[in-house]
């Protein structure tokens, strides 16, 4: 399907605002930075920043993010919110009012989920408060921050709502993903952004589910070994990571969705940026565009030898 728009979305979002909850790194990082490319007024939230670190102990910070946002052309605002205070979602969304009068776009991609989960360990053996604490992070983060920041969003139609995850909806379906903490999580946001479409949609709003592929993630390029331009140096350690995908990717999906004036044809759909990147046209950094869903059933999933032709 042709889509409207082509390319990567320059200076479009020009006087929108958007806040992406979530957006210390990855995938909210590179999210937030294309916002800005497109040229819009970007509030990134998150637990990390200069003077204090979250228990990921990563060195990623809210105030590194927004300079990225308006070294690419927009207006980077960092505000520091545990999305889990509703007080202070609620602050944020005062100040958001206040200083701007109107929300064009919510992404929420608020995790913190990986330091919990215990992988391919059987529910009953998992840390339950581990377990617990990761849907918390994972599902309460997102409806708290939905339910505080909606009624902005529907002050002026054409708003848009994208809930991040980790997997399309067809694949999470019939693939168990890895136990059952990060399973549920993972399928709990999927519904969330099927119900928002419907409560949204007659609204004049829009909400979709929205899925990067394999993605090189800060966490990913160090667990790898690699940089973002050595990345390919870590095929060698799995060849599947061929089809692996910059955080800036997932962010032109965004862009592109967000400076849609059709965008309601997704409403409560699951996305991808891979199917999106057909859509619109927009690239990653190298030019190409990866389909990591499709690649991840018909060549790693059905234990083919890894090849990116024809998928990226």
Known sequence: MAGPLKGQIKGQLKGKVALVAGATRGAGRGIAVELGAAGAT???TGRTTRARRSEYDRPETIEDTADLVTAAGGEGIAVPVDHLDASAVRALVDRVAEEQGRLDVLVNDIWGGDPLAEWDTPMWEHDLDKGLRLLRLAVETHAITS???LPLL????????VEVTDGTAEYNRDT?????????????VLRMGFALGHELGPR????VVLTPGWLRSEMMLDHFGVREDTWRDGIARDPHFAISESPHYVGRAVAALAADPDVARFNGQSLSSGGLAQVYGFTDLD???PDAWRYIVEVQGADKPADVTGYR
Request: glycine share 12%; charged share 15%.
């Open 204 to 207: 004049g709003a829009t909400a």
């Open 42 to 44: 970007v509030y990134v």
């Open 287 to 289: 030019g190409s565009r």
């Open 154 to 161: 529907l002050r002026n139609a054409g708003g848009l709502v």
């Open 176 to 188: 168990y993903r890895v136990n059952f903490f990060y399973d549920l999580a993972k399928a709990s």
């Open 147 to 149: 339910h505080h920041a």
